[in-house]
């Protein structure tokens, strides 16, 4: 009976070993499933950043194209009024040229 003191204690021991390995194991779920929470967090996060930057980019590429197509209409249309301009004067002289030579050509029946 004199054992029966240690061995009460060795069971003891035992007992709060044993709960303290579940205690830990249970930690160890609990701290990975929060690091995977994480992980996934991370993830989602960094998902979302690349399509709102690939987003911001091609808006930026469109207002771009959009100022480049203004300016080019713009100096194209600068371009034909001066053309029409300098060519104004021109039309009454060939418009009186061809009903000349249609005249000539059919008379004026």
Not at 65 to 78: D, G, H, N
């Amino acid at each position: 009976m004199a054992d029966n003191p240690t061995i009460a204690e060795i069971k003891a021991a035992e007992i709060q070993a044993a709960n303290a390995v579940q205690k830990a194991k249970e930690d160890a779920v609990k701290k990975f499933n929060r690091a995977s929470a994480d992980a996934e967090n991370s993830l989602k996060e960094a998902r979302q950043n690349a399509a709102r930057n690939f987003r911001d980019r091609i808006r930026k590429a469109e207002e771009e194209a959009e100022t480049k197509a203004k300016e080019v209409l713009s100096k194209r249309e600068a371009e034909a009024k001066a053309f029409y301009d300098t060519n104004k004067n021109k039309i009454q002289a060939a418009a009186s040229f061809i009903t000349e030579e249609v005249m000539k050509k059919y008379g004026s029946s």
